[in-house]
């Protein structure tokens, strides 16, 4: 009931699949029969799962990951009086630093590619540009279409956001201009299909991105490969340079 109702709100593949992993991967551990009554679960279940999980040796953001999951759906349980309340806290755990690219490997990746080089290149330097200009999401990125960009304003049309609200963002000049020349050589015969495609000019998937990301790094001799990096990159710049968080 809980996943059909997340699935009637619009929540998002990705979110969903959480969801599904973290309650079987709750049950599994907690071996809990198929046809336990929900009520029988209790404060006690929480404390047996994060044990188990710890004798099998998971790192506690990954147990965090779970109870987070987990967690929404006991107090959905919780709002209709199914399961008695209870708190469910996540475990102490060491805050890992940010990763973030410094000043000589962004410019690297910000190196326009040779006129000789394919197309993945192109567009991976293009999505870099991007990123360190609005700080979007990955999921974001493979449904920019075409027809979202206004070059006459100098603004982008966000349509597919994590809260469901579209967006419009500016375009800064430096940005318009990479991306004008990654048109004119690579889409300048499509219309209205996807900004930042795959070569077989279908819809870019957010892992086939984080993977072509990263051997773009290699490449190009960038230590740090997190796609996710040039977001936090671009937020530490854009705070340095006087922005407004």
Known sequence: MYIQKKEGMYVVDKTINNYNN?????????ELE????????????????????????LAAASINHYLRDIRAWLYWC???????????????????KIKLYD??????????????DNFTTWRNWAITNWIFDNGNRAATICNVRLDDLNFTKHEI?????????????????????CLKEYIRIWRSN????YLFCNVGETQL?????????????????????????????FAKNFIMNNGNP
């Open 22 to 30: 973290s309650l079987k991967k709750f049950l599994e551990v907690i």
């Open 34 to 57: 198929d046809n336990k009554p929900v009520s029988e679960i209790t404060e006690s279940e929480i404390y047996h799962f994060i044990n188990g999980c710890k004798v099998r040796d």
């Open 78 to 96: 919780m709002d209709m009086e199914y399961v008695e309340k209870f708190k469910i806290k996540n475990i102490p755990s060491q805050e890992e």
């Open 103 to 116: 000043i000589e490997d962004m410019e690297k990746l910000l190196e326009k590619p040779r006129a000789k």
């Open 157 to 177: 049309t966000i349509t597919h956001t994590k809260q469901k609200k579209a967006q419009v963002l500016p375009m800064s000049s430096s940005l318009e201009n």
């Open 190 to 193: 499509v219309y209205d299909g």
């Open 205 to 233: 998937t957010t892992d086939a991105l984080k993977h072509s990301f990263k051997r773009y790094c290699e490449e190009r001799e960038v230590v740090c490969k997190g796609l996710h990096a040039l977001r936090h990159t």
